[in-house]
């Protein structure tokens, strides 16, 4: 095996940091899923729209459903986090978040190898990943 | 007892198909929609959802095709959620099983990150661009999404009866784009115990279908690995192995600025999302261990007949015909 194939076989060290993060993150996010749910469905946490309310309206369009529910959108949801329903989107918004928190290891990873090219790639995502999550473009008001 | 062990599990199996196939959950789910929030306890829809996804979970992996993809066009064909609620879960559930897989697949190397970032940028974007549509069309009429999904469902499932995707396809010369990106590498083939190097050809093209591969998983959320893996081993040349890894991993980059179009125009409902999330990943654990004793090719099968239904349904429901009922 000659020494280039040899250093493609082997992962950056970024990638195995990557990979370490995002294992942590997804199960930490699926775990808190499976958790704030309990909380929700057990009636622990009480809900901002009630269970009867969201089966009575998930067949209408999202504009419609969230007048009815009164349900916020964007990050709005953060103002009700202490209710059962919207706690859920903590674990939800980790798993989402998690792309965007380890693309930033990549960039530190091709910053150091002067990799100017790819550097310039996980950057332009990380900045395409914030602008979808900001809410800028896919919160329209209802 | 190996023969009663394998027995009791092509059981198991065929029961899930049965669930799946009949869908006596999805009769069950037309019932309640008149009686919806009325006497049922509040586990009942949960639960209902969760045995459906596990099912869809364990016959995903079988028949080698991502959560998303079956998902969508079943769960909008048979439960009474509306189409914004169900691409919004369906994003969910894909990229919730390419977060759980990456880090595998990082470690050992077989997800390429020289290739997967160019491809990523583009499919992530187009993705924004898609959701925004499909989400626009959903709001000027649901059932042209309806229509536009089952015609793409359709198509699906042509393109797995039709692409034959090679092991290792053979390269002769790599071309000045994927030379300029050095998108190119090495593995083991665990197998073989074979050292294989691999690089790509065609990656123009390659990468501009990614625009389209992009959009579609926006526009329905659907996933994209029947699309990727196509288009990486076919087109751009890269191993099978290499191909189904980096799309795995593409899909936590591309379903995640979709995911997020979607949540923030509030089409993700944890009601819905978490007990899909949980039982298709559950189901795929299970479709794992059953990968062994399984029928993957028949199962193919079923699941290709079961996608063309699922599309021609969705085409029927949105052209409002009701000849599939």
Same mark, same amino acid.
């Given at each position: 095996?000659?020494?280039?194939?040899?250093?493609?076989?082997?992962?950056?060290?970024?990638?195995?940091?990557?990979?370490?993060?995002?294992?942590?993150?997804?199960?930490?996010?699926?775990?808190?899923?499976?958790?704030?749910?309990?909380?929700?469905?057990?009636?622990?946490?009480?809900?901002?729209?009630?269970?009867?309310?969201?089966?009575?309206?998930?067949?209408?369009?999202?504009?419609?459903?969230?007048?009815?529910?009164?349900?916020?959108?964007?990050?709005?949801?953060?103002?009700?986090?202490?209710?059962?329903?919207?706690?859920?989107?903590?674990?939800?918004?980790?798993?989402?978040?998690?792309?965007?928190?380890?693309?930033?290891?990549?960039?530190?990873?091709?910053?150091?190898?002067?990799?100017?090219?790819?550097?310039?790639?996980?950057?332009?995502?990380?900045?395409?990943?914030?602008?979808?999550?900001?809410?800028?473009?896919?919160?329209?008001?209802? | 007892?190996?023969?009663?062990?394998?027995?009791?599990?092509?059981?198991?199996?065929?029961?899930?198909?049965?669930?799946?196939?009949?869908?006596?959950?999805?009769?069950?789910?037309?019932?309640?929609?008149?009686?919806?929030?009325?006497?049922?306890?509040?586990?009942?829809?949960?639960?209902?959802?969760?045995?459906?996804?596990?099912?869809?979970?364990?016959?995903?992996?079988?028949?080698?095709?991502?959560?998303?993809?079956?998902?969508?066009?079943?769960?909008?064909?048979?439960?009474?959620?509306?189409?914004? &609620?169900?691409? @919004? #879960? !369906?994003?969910?559930?894909?990229?919730?099983?390419? %977060?759980?897989? +990456?880090?595998? =697949?990082?470690?050992?190397?077989?997800?390429?990150?020289?290739?997967?970032?160019?491809?990523?940028?583009?499919?992530?974007?187009?993705?924004?661009?898609?959701?925004?549509?499909?989400?626009?069309?959903?709001?000027?009429?649901?059932?042209?999404?309806?229509?536009?999904?089952?015609?793409?469902?359709?198509?699906?499932?042509?393109?797995?009866?039709?692409?034959?995707?090679?092991?290792?396809?053979?390269?002769?010369?790599?071309?000045?784009?994927?030379?300029?990106?050095?998108?190119?590498?090495?593995?083991?083939?665990?197998?073989?115990?074979?050292?294989?190097?691999?690089?790509?050809?065609?990656?123009?093209?390659?990468?501009?279908?990614?625009?389209?591969?992009?959009?579609?998983?926006?526009? &329905?959320?659907? @996933? #994209? !690995?029947?699309?990727?893996?196509?288009?990486?081993? %076919?087109?751009? +040349?890269?191993? =099978?192995?290499?191909?189904?890894?980096?799309?795995?991993?593409?899909?936590?980059?591309?379903?995640?600025?979709?995911?997020?179009?979607?949540?923030?125009?509030?089409?993700?409902?944890?009601?819905?999302?978490?007990?899909?999330?949980?039982?298709?990943?559950?189901?795929?654990?299970?479709?794992?261990?059953?990968?062994?004793?399984?029928?993957?090719?028949?199962?193919?099968?079923?699941?290709?007949?079961?996608?063309?239904?699922?599309?021609?349904?969705?085409?029927?429901?949105?052209?409002?015909?009701?000849?599939?009922?």
């Amino acid at each position: 095996m000659n020494e280039q194939t040899q250093k493609s076989m082997k992962p950056m060290p970024e990638q195995i940091a990557y990979a370490n993060l995002l294992f942590i993150g997804a199960w930490v996010g699926i775990l808190m899923m499976i958790i704030t749910y309990f909380l929700y469905l057990g009636g622990i946490v009480s809900p901002h729209v009630d269970l009867a309310l969201i089966t009575q309206n998930w067949n209408k369009g999202v504009d419609d459903y969230l007048q009815i529910t009164n349900s916020p959108h964007g990050w709005a949801w953060l103002n009700l986090i202490n209710k059962g329903d919207f706690l859920n989107f903590v674990g939800i918004v980790l798993l989402a978040v998690m792309t965007i928190i380890c693309y930033l290891l990549l960039i530190a990873g091709y910053k150091k190898r002067k990799d100017w090219f790819y550097f310039f790639i996980a950057l332009m995502e990380v900045v395409v990943l914030a602008v979808a999550a900001s809410g800028i473009l896919g919160a329209g008001g209802h | 007892m190996l023969l009663k062990y394998i027995k009791k599990w092509c059981l198991f199996v065929n029961l899930m198909l049965i669930v799946i196939f009949n869908h006596p959950m999805a009769v069950l789910a037309a019932q309640e929609v008149g009686a919806a929030g009325t006497t049922r306890p509040l586990w009942f829809w949960p639960l209902i959802l969760f045995v459906f996804c596990f099912a869809l979970g364990i016959i995903a992996v079988l028949a080698g095709v991502g959560g998303g993809v079956l998902y969508v066009p079943l769960v909008s064909g048979f439960f009474p959620f509306h189409i914004d &609620f169900v691409r @919004g #879960a !369906g994003l969910m559930v894909a990229l919730a099983g390419a %977060l759980a897989a +990456g880090p595998g =697949l990082l470690r050992r190397n077989l997800a390429s990150l020289r290739l997967a970032l160019p491809v990523a940028l583009i499919a992530s974007t187009c993705s924004i661009a898609g959701a925004m549509l499909g989400l626009y069309m959903s709001k000027l009429n649901p059932n042209l999404v309806q229509v536009c999904l089952g015609a793409t469902i359709v198509g699906i499932a042509i393109l797995l009866i039709l692409s034959k995707n090679t092991e290792k396809p053979i390269v002769r010369k790599q071309d000045a784009l994927g030379l300029a990106l050095g998108i190119n590498g090495a593995y083991m083939d665990e197998a073989t115990k074979e050292e294989i190097s691999w690089k790509t050809h065609r990656t123009l093209p390659g990468l501009v279908l990614f625009v389209f591969i992009g959009i579609l998983a926006g526009m &329905f959320g659907l @996933g #994209a !690995g029947w699309a990727n893996i196509p288009v990486l081993n %076919l087109v751009m +040349g890269v191993p =099978l192995k290499i191909s189904v890894a980096t799309s795995k991993f593409l899909l936590s980059i591309t379903d995640t600025s979709a995911a997020w179009i979607y949540m923030n125009k509030g089409c993700v409902i944890p009601l819905i999302a978490i007990p899909s999330i949980l039982g298709l990943m559950f189901g795929s654990f299970v479709g794992v261990k059953l990968l062994s004793i399984a029928k993957p090719k028949f199962i193919r099968y079923m699941v290709i007949v079961v996608l063309l239904f699922a599309g021609l349904k969705a085409m029927d429901k949105g052209l409002g015909l009701g000849i599939l009922g």
